[in-house]
């Protein structure tokens, strides 16, 4: 059986969902249905040359951009699903369960911020916690001014 050969375009995308398979070698052997051997050999750096990695690299960007694409996509739609369904709440109140349509708009928020990057949860101290914390700072020497909170 005469041995097959790949392109220089195969061994990059073969690259790079190695990586996206966090360097699972039989995952992507058997997604792509190629032999580990070569898998090894293409991370190794055998048989691919810089142009390789130039291919790698560029498909990165276009999906780490396309992923970026997506996600205001569906930040777009979350939004206006949370539009909606805070727009039900005094029309459909007789109709829905007031407490589910408020948990829903608390969950597309909540995604929303993940999404963005923002915070999904608070922490806050009380006021006590915060004269400890500023009382440790005061002994510990950490800080110069007279104000603990600053």
Known sequence: MAKRSYTIEEKAS??????????????????L???????????D???????VEEIRQSQKREFTELVVKKEREILDILREEIYAA?????????????ADVVRAIAIFIDKMQ??????TS????????????????????EGDNDDPFA
């Open 45 to 51: 750096g055998e048989g691919v040359g810089a142009s």
């Open 114 to 119: 993940l999404l963005t990057g923002g915070a």
């Open 14 to 31: 073969a690259i790079a969902l190695l990586e996206a398979n966090g360097g699972n070698l039989s995952k992507t052997a058997k997604q």
């Open 122 to 141: 608070r922490h806050e101290l009380t006021w006590s916690e915060v004269v400890l914390q500023a009382r440790q700072g005061l002994t510990s020497g």
């Open 33 to 43: 249905g190629i032999p580990r051997t070569s898998l090894i050999a293409w991370r």
């Open 86 to 98: 805070a727009e039900t709440l005094p029309h459909k109140r007789h109709e829905a369960d007031y």
